[in-house]
């Protein structure tokens, strides 16, 4: 199976901050990654797919880049309904697979 | 609007079985695969099973043989029988959505609000 590394595991920032977010793979996934958002209690939401293009309705303050191997995500200004758990899945390669989350925390 | 809503879930022994279940709203059911994901705070999230549109089925290789994904489109429902059920197996289940109608590309873009499966003695 296809290892999914993400880093860091946590970071701590604040509201209006830059964040960038990093998952690597075990193997080259073209651009099969798709990043998610994750509050407690909550189902995951989808926000990016294909490492770069945004789901419907998520606002443009996040953005993916990558291929191949090492793909980020970046929210450009972060908001306090931001603050939440994030992981990437890669679905290049059955099975897909997942990273291991990044929990943005408030500094 | 796209709604999943799993049930089903409890607290069951090892080797005892249990059935959760996914209704589904908002879209042509039968036209999409559905999977199951689960997620624990030790191993994090783990893809489990999928069932296409055309019934076929696959499995992560932890639940090949125990596990079994099936589909009601007259429902709307999909489901996950669980049998031998073992301590690792204790987890949220969530079923998720196909991203394409007509294909599999293990992308879920919605997801249901889960449901808690333990295996406790």
């Known amino acids: 199976d296809i290892q999914m590394t993400q880093s860091p595991s946590s970071l701590s920032a604040s509201a209006g901050d830059r964040v960038t977010i990093a998952c690597r793979a075990s193997q080259d996934i073209n651009y099969h990654l798709a990043w998610f958002q994750q509050k407690p209690g909550m189902a995951p939401k989808s926000l990016i797919y294909g490492a770069s293009t945004l789901q419907d309705g998520v606002p443009l303050k996040f953005s993916g880049s990558g291929s191949g191997t090492d793909f980020t995500l970046t929210i450009s200004s972060l908001q306090p309904e931001d603050f939440a758990t994030y992981f990437c899945l890669q679905y290049n390669k059955f099975p897909p697979t997942f990273g291991g989350g990044t929990k943005v925390e408030v500094k | 609007q796209v709604h999943l809503v799993e049930s089903g879930g409890g607290v069951v022994q090892p080797g005892d079985s249990l059935t959760v279940s996914c209704a589904a709203s908002?879209?042509?059911?039968?036209?999409?695969?559905l999977h199951w994901v689960r997620q624990t705070p030790g191993k994090g999230l783990e893809w489990v099973a999928v069932i296409w549109y055309d019934g076929t089925k696959q499995y992560a290789d932890s639940v090949k043989g125990r596990f079994t994904i099936s589909r009601d489109n007259s429902k709307n429902t999909v489901y996950l029988q669980m049998n031998s059920l073992r301590a690792e197996d204790t987890a949220v289940y969530y079923c998720?959505?196909?991203?394409?109608?007509?294909?599999?590309?293990?992308?879920?873009?919605?997801w249901g609000q889960g449901t808690l499966v333990t295996v406790s003695p």
């Open positions: 998720a959505r196909d991203y394409i109608a007509y294909a599999t590309w293990y992308y879920f873009d919605y």
């Open positions: 908002g879209f042509t059911f039968s036209t999409y695969a």
